[in-house]
């Protein structure tokens, strides 16, 4: 796109963004708490998925001190089913760091946001053009997509150094009389018009600036390298439930993937190792087994890993010797325990499969 046509081409994005932006939860505020919350729950997350949380999630932490004052138990409580859980553990960092270091104000710059716990340069632009009204650069996958078709621009936009590339492409384009609405302009573009596969060229309000458009190629761009291989992992999970109606679960490391989250014990498979598995399960838990009834299975599928789990409903004698990160809870109890989505599964299987509940 020649840079001469860069006035026609802000008001024409911002136009249409005025006129057909989605009303979403996030967009009635200024808020830049509010607005923090919603970008770190959108990455990697669809905007479908997010509006209950996000709602929910303010709802339960209304400002900053709220937030910073959780423990972190509530906290992965109500991330509970969003993945990705470092997001929550870094936001409510951050927070901790505005609310002791600037007097609960969120910085309006980009040099004292981005010194904050999981701040990177996309959710420190978001929050300044969004809530601060600041031509800074917000650089997302929907925004690299956008400016790669428009600008033909080739770079791989899996490679880090890219980005950068990106941000200078919107600080060169951005309107400074409305960044915010410039901004999110680009984003409702990837999101609903400028998409991966078979966009919506004849409905793109930019059109006639698109490179891309004008050559016949839109979807030849952006250029993106395959993802790591993914890697595949076979479990055992059991629910485990001791003579007097309490359930055997176990704490995850403080560190490392769904940290701190609360699980059902589970045993990596090893061949046809049912009994095997079963074997380690009493060595490890200290259990005498009583019983054992198949529940569900199913895969689930993390960025570069998944599981293949196969659950398993076991009775066993009540035991009080246990591993440290391991303890009893009724099923009353277990109800407030932030537990990962495949462990939910499993639960939501073995209280159809049976009728003690």
């Keep these: 796109m020649y840079y001469q046509y ?20 996030w967009r009635r505020t200024c808020d830049p708490y509010k607005i923090w919350v919603s970008e770190v729950m959108l990455q990697q997350t669809r905007v479908d998925t997010v509006i209950p949380y996000y709602e929910r999630f303010l709802s339960e ?30 936001l409510q960092a951050g927070v901790r760091e505005v609310v002791e270091n600037y007097n609960s104000l969120v910085p309006d710059n980009r040099s004292e946001i981005s010194k904050l716990k ?47 590339t990106f941000e200078n492409a919107v600080m060169e384009l951005i309107d400074p009389m409305h960044p915010s609405e410039f901004n999110q302009g680009l984003m409702e573009l990837g999101a609903t018009i400028c998409t991966p596969t078979s966009p919506k060229c004849l409905l793109c309000p930019v059109r006639e600036f698109c490179t891309a458009f004008n050559e016949g190629q839109p979807e030849n761009l952006p250029i993106k390298t395959k993802k790591v291989k993914m890697k595949h992992i076979p479990y055992d999970v059991f629910v485990i439930k001791n003579t007097i109606g309490q359930f055997l679960v176990e704490k995850r490391p403080a560190k490392g993937l769904l940290a701190n989250m609360w699980q059902f014990p589970m045993v990596e498979q090893v061949g046809n190792a049912d009994t095997t598995n079963e074997t380690k399960l009493a060595e490890q838990y200290n259990l005498n087994l009583l019983s054992r009834e198949k529940l569900t299975s199913f895969k689930h599928i993390f960025s570069h890993l998944t599981w293949h789990i196969e659950s398993y409903s076991i009775g066993c004698e009540e035991q009080a010797k246990l591993p440290g990160n391991c303890q009893w809870f009724t099923a009353e109890e277990m109800a407030n325990l932030p537990m990962p989505v495949p462990m939910q ?9 049976t009728t003690s509940l």
């Design 61 to 90: 932490f209304p400002t900053l001190q709220h937030l910073a004052d959780a423990e972190e138990e509530k906290l992965l409580k109500q991330w509970e089913g969003l993945g990705y859980y470092s997001r929550a553990r870094n």
């Design 118 to 164: 999981g701040v990177g340069p996309y959710t420190a632009g978001a929050v300044l053009s969004i809530a601060y009204n600041k031509a800074e650069h917000a650089v997302d996958g929907n925004v690299m997509r956008v400016l790669s078709r428009v600008l033909l621009i080739e770079e791989d936009i899996a490679l880090p150094k890219t980005k950068k």
């Design 345 to 353: 599964k499993v639960w939501q299987s073995y209280k159809i499969e």
């Design 6 to 25: 860069k006035k026609q081409f802000q008001q024409a994005l911002v136009e249409w963004y005025k006129r057909e932006k989605r009303d979403l939860p």
